[in-house]
């Protein structure tokens, strides 16, 4: 079964919090920060899960982004998410009265790479900054993380400065 991208809802919680622990080393989120960026920040978070077997999605309506994300017959808004379905997620940030947006935190779990997924997943979060009228989108990555690098180059990201 294709796994779903769609926004991330407070029964991810859990699974976020067990995500972050297994996909770094270190600085990894807390359940209260991960809690504000879902519920609270100027934000959208996407999760990408693996659906049961017998939830089948059908083709989501395209006029808008949010609604877009959830597919018909997917995890209802109130439903949680069982911990093994949280393949990653993504966070990006807003400013008020701006056209820049930031991609604040994105992870795959490690089994779950190679498979095109984080591609998948960059190209939704940018097609949010693109709805929310935003015409910059920045990010940090460690320089010891090649492999992100290397999918933001793929996307059209460039350097622009170190830290």
């Given at each position: ?12 919680l859990d ?90 935190s ?6 779950s790479?190679?498979?095109?997924l ?6 939704s979060?940018?097609q ?36």
């Amino acid at each position: 079964m294709t796994p779903i991208l769609r926004p991330a809802i407070r029964a991810d919680l859990d699974a976020l919090v067990e995500l972050e622990e297994v996909s770094f080393d270190s600085d990894w989120f807390s359940r209260r920060q991960l809690s504000h960026l879902i519920l609270r920040a100027h934000a959208r978070t996407l999760v990408i899960i693996q659906p049961d077997d017998d939830v089948i999605p059908s083709a989501p309506a395209v006029d808008d982004v949010m609604a877009a994300l959830w597919p018909a017959g997917s995890v209802e808004r109130d439903d949680a998410t069982p911990l093994r379905s949280v393949l990653g997620y993504g966070t990006v940030l807003f400013r008020r009265n701006s056209r820049r947006a930031r991609l604040y935190s994105f992870c795959l779990h490690p089994e779950s790479r190679g498979r095109g997924l984080a591609q998948r997943m960059l190209t939704s979060l940018e097609q949010l900054a693109i709805a929310q009228g935003c015409t910059q989108f920045d990010l940090e990555v460690h320089t010891g993380n090649g492999a992100a690098i290397a999918l933001y180059e793929r996307h059209g990201f460039e350097k622009c400065g170190r830290l």
